[in-house]
């Protein structure tokens, strides 16, 4: 996965090339860009690797522009400016923490704000609250909190302790609901992709 610290806008083109020789057209190659918001190195790497099955699940070949957003940095008005520019522009949204405790005050607020008076977001969103084996399950404050920006402003919402408590990995957890969900959800994405402007 190529990571950046700043959205690619266009999809690459490459010609492939078969025993006969180069196809007669260019095949267009979409970008997925992730956004991940997190609050130390392992959650990050987490939600890295969560990307990238996610991704792999909508069987499309495609590059992906990761960009990657520290709880911290949120704290600072220029920053939230460009993490919410980032977010406008991304196919998927990941919050990542590992501690136990609620989300910080800056993150929360920023999500509010970046979820109520952005109407062109439209990004899935995946919640990563605790660490793999001991997700928050559905009841935690935080994870409802955050459901509830996400969800009100008309977009989808993942977490892996949202299935009856359940908090197993990301990727264990209920495998065929989620591919009834998430799947057709990320070729949504992979469709926008196709209609993006450079």
């Not at 130390?40 to 992906?64: F, I, P, S, W, Y």
């Not at 920053?79 to 405790?101: G, K, M, P």
């Not at 459901?147 to 065929?176: H, K, Y």
Request: hydrophobic fraction near 40%.
């Amino acid at each position: 996965m190529n990571t950046a610290f700043a959205p690619v806008a266009s999809p690459s083109t490459a010609l492939p090339t078969t025993s006969q020789g180069t196809f007669p057209g260019p095949v267009v190659r979409q970008t997925i860009k992730p956004v991940i918001i997190y609050d130390e190195l392992e959650a990050g790497q987490c939600a890295m690797q969560a990307a990238a099955r996610l991704l792999n699940k909508a069987v499309v070949e495609a590059d992906t522009k990761t960009v990657f957003w520290h709880f911290n940095l949120l704290e600072y008005p220029n920053w939230r400016i460009w993490a919410t520019a980032d977010v406008l522009n991304a196919d998927l949204l990941i919050i990542a923490t590992h501690t136990e405790s609620g989300l910080p005050g800056n993150v929360a607020r920023w999500l509010q704000d970046c979820f109520t008076q952005q109407p062109d977001l439209n990004c899935a969103v995946v919640a990563l609250f605790g660490r793999p084996g001991n997700y928050d399950g559905a009841q935690s404050p935080r994870l409802q909190l955050v459901r509830q920006i996400v969800e009100g402003a008309g977009l989808n919402f993942f977490a892996p302790g949202m299935q009856q408590g359940d908090s197993r990995d990301i990727m264990t957890v209920n495998l065929q609901a989620r591919e009834e969900t998430l799947t057709p959800t990320l070729a949504g994405i992979l469709r926008r992709a196709d209609c993006r402007t450079p």
